[in-house]
């Protein structure tokens, strides 16, 4: 069965970097989209950032230019750099996945794309 595992997050300094990491597991095809959706205590859900199989970014405007997703395939594994974060990033962010058709290329940070999440990791900027 898919297993989202997240690490990483905590407290940091507005300013400061902290990094996400995702390590996924279970899909059947490589073909898979992996991204990191955030929910902060008065808000919905937001989308941060996916990444396809081939290696296609997308971001959400709030975090363009300050947060870069990667992956490692070999080891199935997503990475989230996050930089000059601020006050308005603290959230739970969660990592997704999920395959196409149910994950449209054109438009992959809805969050109802997805049927598979992790557990959350807390960040806190202040």
């Known amino acids: 069965h898919v297993q989202l595992v997240e690490s990483g997050g905590g407290s940091v300094q507005a300013g400061g970097s902290l990094r996400l990491s995702c390590a996924a597991s279970?899909?059947?095809?490589?073909?898979?989209?992996v991204g990191w959706f955030r929910r902060a205590s008065t808000k919905g859900s937001e989308g941060v950032a996916s990444?396809?199989?081939?290696?296609?970014?997308t971001y959400g405007d709030s975090v363009k230019g300050r947060f870069t997703i990667s992956q490692d395939k070999a080891k199935n594994q997503v990475s989230l750099q996050m930089t000059n974060l601020n006050v308005e990033d603290t959230a739970t962010y969660f990592c997704?996945?999920?395959?196409?058709?149910?994950?449209?290329?054109?438009?992959?940070?809805?969050?109802?794309?997805?049927?598979?999440w992790g557990q959350g990791t807390q960040v806190t900027v202040s």
């Open positions: 997704v996945a999920d395959l196409p058709p149910r994950v449209c290329s054109s438009d992959p940070l809805v969050h109802r794309q997805y049927n598979y």
């Open positions: 990444i396809d199989s081939n290696n296609k970014t």
């Open positions: 279970g899909f059947t095809s490589s073909r898979k989209f």
